[in-house]
């Protein structure tokens, strides 16, 4: 993990290795998951969330959803927050040559918090269960390299055909095309494993109290915006954690991170992001505390355009309205120079395969280029573009400078919009979406592949019967030279030559500009060091709660 203590929190700008993904032969590394922390155990963690979409593996997809399932369940393999890919129940991994075969032993004795054994058939069991066309789950592409996913989704088999249990302990996966990252990708909590009480993925039961095999467990059930409660599991099978309970308060959405801040302040929360407003007074009364966090995590943040519909729709639109932005100005009246400016896709942590400036338009607000390049686009003066936001969250006051840049520039209308942020999530699915969105990613697992196949593939957009967009690639980007990439890198045995490829893919989406790059991702936080030791963010950007402990 990230540092060991508290002093490299406040350090910042750490900087992310990502491990070198599996090219074949075994893996007997097993079961480096949880260390459990140096403090003494008991305690209640207390932090504030917003509505989460999901706490159900089935369909967990954001931040505040994924906090909840990380905890709940462990899968083969989880991320560090450092981007090391660990074994947790994997024992061992094989993968064929031809890299279309993956067979996972399976650690035997562990048990689902009611009791029920987690063995191969429980994985396929929640894999299958996603895949489903009932399920209509937004994260199931993942699993779209795994053969047979096609026939499941679209309702003409209910079981992956490259799903198998030669053993109880024993899981083969047979995939459709190479992918030589497959165990990377298990990571994600949309592999985990569940137990029969699950049932099917709209079992409103299972997804309100899921029952899960990981370190913790529910104490009742998810009382949707009032809170969340999460207990030791004292049965887990590997590390226990330290911590008696997790109190996560979930609060309106309209001021979230303003709620956050007056909790931590009042002594209500244990762990707090802040409204960017307040990001300066915070900085300045907690890190002398040693209560401040500040780090470069493995997330971007974009303008999302929509690309098959609306004033965006030409690379040269949206170029436009790149040149238009003055990023630096923003950092520094909005920010307070605590972000630093985006020009690519792929973060600088992910340092293998960063590429500088690749994003041209990007660099330095261009009033001429963008005036030009919106009338060769007929990006007419008085053309309205919308731009979409997730309020309480401290979007608000960068979302309106953009807007104003926007009109000053180019002499478009801009019709900012905020929303919480499930119907903002919504509302990018919608067959008419238009303009853009505010938009960030924070990787999955630590892959390129994780930012380019999700945002940007054609195989992510995956529009349903009513054209609804059911990927994640909701700028409905389609390049095929992009999509040939992709899977060239996929089928790349050597870790090197697949990085180099991967470059080559994201210059061909950031040429189209497909997204509009804005900061990296710089996580602030404030947390209880008074109290709590072993306190990290994890690599999705939560606190680390199964390592965690009371000083």
């Given amino acids: 993990m990230r540092g060991a203590k508290s002093a490299k929190w406040v350090a910042g700008a750490a900087i992310i290795a990502l491990a070198a993904t599996a090219c074949g032969g075994n893996d007997d590394n097993a079961d480096k998951g949880k260390d459990g922390g140096s403090g003494k155990a008991g305690g209640t963690f207390r932090l504030g969330i917003t509505e989460p979409v999901a706490i159900d593996p089935y369909n967990a997809q954001e931040s505040e959803g994924i906090l909840v399932t990380d905890n709940l369940f462990s899968g083969l393999y989880e991320p560090t927050a450092d981007g090391q890919v ?48 009932k399920a209509a789950s937004d994260v199931a592409y993942h699993m779209a390299g795994i053969a047979g996913f096609a026939d499941v989704q679209s309702g003409k088999a209910d079981k992956m055909s490259g799903l198998s249990a030669p053993d109880e302990n024993t899981l083969e996966v047979k995939l459709s095309e190479p992918d030589f990252e497959f165990d990377t990708k298990t990571t994600h909590t949309v592999f985990s494993p569940v137990p029969k009480v699950a049932g099917d993925a709209k079992n409103a039961a299972y997804n309100t109290a899921p029952i899960g095999n990981g370190p913790f467990k529910m104490e009742g059930k998810w009382e949707h915006n ?26 309106n959405s309209q001021n979230g991170t303003t709620l956050e801040y007056q909790g931590f302040q009042s002594g209500q929360f244990d762990w707090a992001r802040m409204p960017t407003p307040q990001l300066a007074p915070a900085k300045a009364k907690y890190e002398p505390l040693g209560e401040w966090i500040a780090e470069d995590t493995n997330g971007m943040n974009y303008l999302l355009p929509i690309t098959d519909n609306g004033p965006l729709k ?89 807007a104003q840049q926007l009109e000053d520039v180019l002499g478009v209308k801009v019709k900012a919009t905020g929303k919480p942020f499930a119907e903002l999530l919504a509302d990018q699915q919608k067959p008419k979406a238009t303009g853009a969105y505010r938009f960030a990613w924070g990787a999955d697992y630590p892959t390129p592949d994780n930012f380019l196949f999700p945002l940007l593939s054609t195989a992510s957009i995956n529009k349903d019967a009513s054209g609804k967009v059911t990927g994640d690639n909701r700028g409905r980007y389609s390049n095929k030279k992009f999509d040939e990439l992709l899977a060239k890198a996929r089928g790349s045995k050597d870790a090197a030559a697949r990085n180099e490829i991967y470059k080559e893919a994201e210059k061909v989406a950031m040429d189209d500009v497909a997204l509009i790059p804005l900061w990296n991702r710089t996580q ?27 000083k």
């Avoid at 639109?317 to 792929?346: H, P």
């Avoid at 936080?525 to 939560?542: G, I, Q, Y």
């Fill in 86 to 133: 660990v074994p947790v129940l994997a024992e061992s991994k094989q993968v064929s040559d031809d890299g279309k075969t993956w067979t996972f032993k399976i650690k035997a004795g562990t048990k689902f918090s009611n009791g029920e054994v987690v063995d191969a058939e429980s994985f396929i069991r929640g894999w299958n269960r996603v895949a489903q066309k």
């Fill in 226 to 251: 009032k809170k969340i409660t999460l207990v030791r599991n004292d049965d887990y099978g590997l590390t226990k954690t330290k911590l008696d309970k997790v109190e996560i308060s979930i609060l």
């Fill in 314 to 402: 030409s690379a040269k639109a949206r170029e436009a309205v790149s040149y238009a932005i003055d990023r630096d100005a923003i950092i520094k009246g909005v920010f307070q120079n605590m972000m630093t400016k985006s020009a690519t896709i792929l973060p600088p942590v992910f340092k293998d395969v960063y590429t500088k400036d690749l994003c041209t338009s990007c660099v330095k607000q261009d009033k001429v280029k963008a005036k030009t390049l919106a009338k060769e686009a007929g990006l007419k003066p008085g053309t309205t573009i919308d731009i979409g936001y997730n309020t309480g969250a401290g979007h608000e006051e960068w979302v309106q400078a953009v």
């Fill in 524 to 550: 602030l936080r404030l947390v209880n060091t008074k109290k709590f030791a072993d306190v990290k963010m994890d690599f999705h950007e939560n606190p680390n709660l199964a390592e965690l402990s009371l």
